[in-house]
């Protein structure tokens, strides 16, 4: 079975050079590309596989400095406008990521697409036309496998108007720039891709990316089937308590009174003990989820809101005219949509994740409100949602539900927690309804009084009384908690969700911190039950995870403090209290 495999060495060659390709931005020397040794290069580049044998790509070297320092002038141009656009913490993190390069090395090289190659019969382009530009990306990986094997480092910038780079590089109008890549020698290869380094993103793991015959069934090769939920609850543990321990000893030789920051001190305390050193990283840059949902209970008359009102409010957080946005452009955060179970289909745009259960859960008052595997299946969405914004390079999360404000609860006979809201615009007549779906009548009483017990117990309740966004909500808290990054909570549905997250896995609570106390009564018990103190206390009872967002900065502000306040001793202060 091997006897066309390559040697061990070569073997071992080939996955070297792969596992050390970089996106090199900095470090380059100024030594110039031996001709051959280019040639080399746009060799393996044009031998990369194309649609048909098309090769539709073109190359274009530029070593000329005057139409180099052009490009750059494009590439600041656009690179200032996406700076402008975003939030504080990531703006920090972007301008270490610098267009310098394209001075630096001896050479640029100018990946086109030519998507006409071939004419209308080049086999498998007709059904899918933008295998042509799939096919450059391959010369591409091509070209920067083969550079990382020469010892040239690769730069890939894509901060460019693609027509004005087009026109500047005298491209006709069919043709597509792919990539604009720079080439060099450099001092050194790093250990990490840059954007790693800089804390911009991070690498997602094989196993998030690998399935088994279908979309979605999760698994390498030659294991079983893994459980998100198990992983992920697997990997939650306890507070790391010698960080914690530095981190009150820090505290305690602070140029300050002893515990005089209150609150703050025991937080800064935890995220010491959650993130294992002391101090911990600054929680930022920030993210925050709303995960959207409709209920079947709404046909119940739990609320005077039609259910078109929370397609509406996605499109009004998409484009940034709700109040969570302003707070989070205060906040310097980014506002993500996550679509666990909207009725209506959505139509695509920037900051909505599409994941979609079911369009709306069942009515809870005839039977459960979820399936069990739709109940999971909720929770691995919001675990894998907190994985990728941790990935994308945030450091703290908030999250947030919306649905169509029928409120129904989970119910304080499973999770210790009773709903009771009325909130500005509701009608007399829709309060009680709310409190309890089943007060008329008694209606799906007896289906809805009861879940399924056993190890699996809080899942059954989420799938009995919960919807989508709520079971999204506690696999949003355990996610992060695996991860071991703090996630604030809002109002009384998160709150809810946190229970049910803690029912789970009782350590994930450690990752909570209370944003706020809700001016509904049954998030004060919440906040009780989980050990929580909310940061301030507002009377909000908006949602949409502005109270959380509100908190940020304080929670940013105890972490900065640890990190940042000078000790007596370093301060040369004399201790009061030595």
Known sequence: MTEHSYSADQRAAVYRVIEERRDVRGGFRPDPIPPEVLTRVLAAAHQAPSVGLSQPWDFIVIASRPRRERIKALADRARGNYAASLPGARALAFDRLKTEAILETPVNIVVTCDPTRGGRHTLGRQTQPQTAAYSSVLAVANLWLAARAEGLGVGWVSFFGERELATELGLPAHLEVVAYLCLGYVTEFAAEPELASAGWARRRPLAWSVHAEEYGQRGLPGQDAPSLLDEVRAAIGPLDSSAMAAARDRLDRMTKPQGSLGALEEMSVRLAGLAGCCPPPMPEPAAVAIFAADHGVHAQGVTPWPQEVTAQMVANFLAGGAVVNAFAAQAGAEVVVVDVGVCAELDHAPGLLPRKIAPGTADFTAGPAMTIQQAEAAISVGAEVARDLVAAGNRLLAHRRHGDRQHHGLRRARLRVHRTRSGRGDRPRHRDRRRNPCAEGG??????????????????????????????????ILGAAALRVPVILDGMIAGAAALAAAALAPAAVDCCVAGHRSAEPGHAVTLDHLGLHPLIDLELRLGEGTGALLALPIAASAVRALREVATFDSAGVTDKSG
């Open 443 to 476: 209606r799906g009483a007896p289906r809805a009084g009861r879940a399924p017990a056993g190890p699996g117990r809080p899942v059954g309740v989420l799938a009995a009384f919960g919807g989508f966004e709520h079971a999204a909500l506690a696999g949003f």
